[in-house]
């Protein structure tokens, strides 16, 4: 009798032991797996919410009658072009600055001295006949006025010559002077052409800024909704982390464990 009883109650001890063991296990086991698919769950949640976020934040290709602008998201490039009409003027714009530099270029290498001894020559040859006629008349004039050998015929050629030389110095300084601006317009009309050419670029490189700052007001507008749904993710994670079975298992696990109590 006394071996009987101490075997039940023992059997029963272990029995309910490991009864209520097994059963905190297998609730333990639940709840870990109800916690993984949870949390894989809340990491695909989260992912798809950024690939939407990042989709969004990409800048929109914009166009219109001046160009156009295109991002590619693939490869991560953005092209910028003129319209056709635009592109033409560009390249014009180009052209013609660079022809009126090579035309400053030729006027002896942009050195306003001697492009200005340059077109002292140009006109100096057109002036040169008159000169001399000037010398011919006074030795005409002396030699009819017996005085071509003279001191007073010497003295009047010499004031012919102080008189045609300060004429030809005055010519040199004007040459120099207007040599000196035409380069300086040829420059200025080649910078001024560049500077135009250039500035139509602008046009393809504000659609660029409009296609961004598009993609940026929707990524801010996104930034509550996405706060919102990536909480919404982890509540519903945390609530599938508390798996009904395993709780069922280990509750009904702890009351095998209770001791029993004998009266």
């Known amino acids: ?26 609730g333990s ?20 919410n950024a690939a939407r976020a990042e989709a969004a934040g990409v800048p929109y290709s914009v166009g219109s ?16 072009n003129l319209s056709p009409e635009l592109s033409n003027i560009y390249s014009g714009l180009l052209s013609r600055s660079g022809l009126f530099g090579e035309q400053a270029g030729m006027l002896a290498g942009l050195d306003p001295f001697q492009a200005g001894e340059a077109f002292y020559q140009m006109q100096q040859q057109y002036r040169q006949p008159e000169e001399d006629k000037l010398r011919t008349d006074m030795e005409t004039r002396l030699l009819a ?3 071509l050998d003279s001191t007073g015929g010497a003295q009047a050629q010499e004031a012919l010559e102080k008189a045609i030389a300060q004429d030809q110095g005055q010519r040199r300084y004007q040459s120099m002077t207007q040599a000196q601006s035409l380069i300086d317009a040829l420059l200025g009309r080649e910078t001024a052409d560049i ?39 982890r509540n519903l994670s945390l609530t599938s982390a ?19 109590v004998e009266k």
Do not use: C, H, W
């Open 145 to 147: 006025q017996g005085r």
């Open 242 to 260: 508390q798996s009904p079975s395993g709780t069922a298992l280990s509750a009904l696990g702890g009351l095998f464990m209770q001791p029993r």
């Open 29 to 48: 086991r639940e709840t870990a797996s109800a916690a993984r698919d949870a949390a894989q769950m809340e990491s695909e949640m989260l992912n798809q």
């Open 65 to 80: 009658l001046g160009g156009i602008a295109e991002f590619d998201p693939e490869t991560k490039t953005a092209l910028l």
């Open 1 to 26: 009798m006394l071996f009987d009883f101490l075997g039940s109650n023992i059997g029963g001890t272990v029995g309910g032991a490991l009864l209520g063991g097994g059963l905190a296990y297998l």
């Open 195 to 233: 500077t135009q050419a250039t500035s139509l670029l602008n046009i393809p490189y504000a659609q660029g800024q409009l296609g961004q700052g598009i993609a940026s007001n929707i990524t801010s507008a996104m930034g509550p909704a996405l706060a919102a749904r990536n909480q919404a993710a």
